[in-house]
């Protein structure tokens, strides 16, 4: 009897942890969702912001022009061009590249193209997508946002060289294929070929890629050659 009381504690017991540990997988999960959903708003209302504002400064053209004007007549030019510099600066904030013919991956790539531009950072893209996607827009941006994001941070702890990141996103058939590239100080850790951060509140956003690959069946890779981090996704 007490033999068999072990038993059926040990497989209570069993039963407990393995529902404990889908729990906090799943809260863990849940509070990732939070994070990317919280950061995809802010990238949409950045872009929002850019467009509203776009729009404002093309309403205001033509009082603009009319100043212009009134400054060449007067004969000063030095007014002018000052003048005509202000508002290049102005547009800088509105500017949505045409990177591909989807809108959410050219409006991702643009935050991000500016946010390296901010930090003397090179970004390279080459980028041959059709208007839809052959998964979820929001799937994809993220996977995107988190993959520019952690290159972005990479580059800044980058100590020598130039510091550039090379993207590619391709479709071939019914699958996207996504190629990113910088370059690295040192290799990171891997765990079951994921890098993997020994910095508290780190590695969110690795996490975010594969969970969000998997969840979209597809596949993934990291990898580093000759102090170059790569990661290559298809989905």
């Known amino acids: 009897m007490g033999f068999a009381f072990c ?51 093309r309403h205001d053209m033509r009082h603009q022009l009319d100043i212009l004007l009134t400054l060449l007549q007067n004969d000063t030019i030095d007014s002018a061009c000052t003048y005509i510099r202000e508002i290049s600066n102005a547009y800088d904030d509105t500017i949505i590249t045409t990177y591909s013919r989807n809108e959410m991956i050219n409006s991702v790539i643009s935050i991000y193209e500016m946010r390296f531009s901010d930090k003397d950072f090179t970004l390279h893209c080459n980028i041959l997508t059709d208007e839809k996607l052959p998964c979820p827009d929001i799937a ?19 100590t020598t060289g130039e510091k550039w990141t090379r993207l590619s996103i391709t479709r071939k058939d019914h699958q996207l294929l996504l190629e990113i590239e910088n370059p690295v100080d040192k290799t990171p850790k891997f765990i079951d070929g994921i890098p993997v951060s020994q910095q508290k ?7 975010s890629i594969v969970y969000y690959v998997e969840q979209l069946h597809g596949q993934y890779h990291f990898s580093v050659s000759n102090h170059i981090f790569i990661l290559r996704i298809i989905v």
Request: proline residues 0%.
């Open 140 to 158: 994809i941006c993220t996977i995107l946002s988190n993959a520019l994001e952690n290159a972005m941070h990479s580059l800044e702890k980058l």
């Open 7 to 57: 038993i059926a504690y040990l497989v209570f017991l069993l039963i407990y942890f393995r529902e404990f540990e889908q729990k906090q997988e799943i809260r863990q999960y849940s509070d990732l969702m939070e994070i990317q959903l919280l950061s995809i708003q802010k990238e949409i209302d950045q872009v929002r912001n850019s467009r509203q504002k776009l729009t404002i400064m």
């Open 201 to 207: 509140n780190h590695g969110i956003g690795t996490r």
